[in-house]
């Protein structure tokens, strides 16, 4: 059964460390999108990969976040220094690139940040 | 403002129950879809609806697209506990590659 993995599941880090999250998309889907879910923003898409090549990472604030595809079976997603604002979840997701209208994006459980 | 706007917010329901909820817009989608997340997971993809006035069936949700695809709507016969969660609406934007997610329908169905 495949599925998007992410690691770590949990993440409690103080204001001004490094948080690094890491998905793994499933095997063979070449489209990769980091989203950030929260109670009062909802779901918000941070970064879309294609084939590796970020597409649009509009949604990521610039100065701190990153978000790289270092091969087809990792994607990160980085936050150097992190902030309170940004606890949330965090969610990658994964697709074939091949829906046509609108593809199905296959989310993995999230990682669950906490900045103190 | 909103592109997709969900009602309502929250629902708190008996197991046995029905229950619609909605997604609206002012803008046309080429397509839209519906996700449930459950507690601590990730959403996961119900349906797919490309047709104005198309009706779709799974089990026992019901989705419909409205006729000028502007609006959609989910209906849940007879909900049971495991109904329990989070119902997202989801449309491409206008340049047709990021998905944007309405804020949900928090659905509790008590046994």
């Known amino acids: 059964d495949a599925r998007v993995t992410q690691t770590p599941r949990h993440k409690v880090t103080e204001m001004g460390q490094e948080v690094t999250m890491r998905c793994q998309p499933i095997l063979g889907h070449n489209t990769v999108f980091w989203y950030r879910q929260t109670m009062m923003q909802g779901l918000e898409l941070l970064a879309y990969f294609r084939n590796r090549a970020p597409l649009d990472d509009s949604g990521m604030p610039k100065d701190r976040f990153s978000a790289e595809m270092p091969d087809a079976t990792l994607a990160t997603l980085k936050i150097q220094p992190s902030e309170p604002r940004d606890s949330a979840v965090y969610f990658c997701a994964s697709g074939s690139g091949t829906g046509g209208n609108q593809e199905t994006q296959y989310f993995g459980p999230g990682t669950r940040l906490l900045v103190l | ?111």
């Open chain 2, 1 to 111: 403002t909103q592109l997709l706007e969900q009602s309502p917010q929250f629902l708190s329901i008996q197991e046995g129950e029905n229950l619609t909820v909605y997604c609206n817009s002012s803008s046309v989608f080429s397509s839209l879809q519906w996700y449930r997340q459950e507690p601590g997971e990730g959403p996961v993809l119900l349906v797919t609806v490309v047709t104005g006035g198309e009706v779709k069936k799974l089990k026992r949700l019901t989705f419909q697209f409205g006729d000028a695809r502007k609006d959609s709507s989910l209906h849940i016969t007879a909900a049971q506990p495991g109904d329990t969660g989070l119902y997202l609406c989801a449309v491409l934007n206008t340049g047709g590659f990021k998905t944007i997610f309405g804020a949900g329908t928090r659905l509790f169905v008590k046994a």
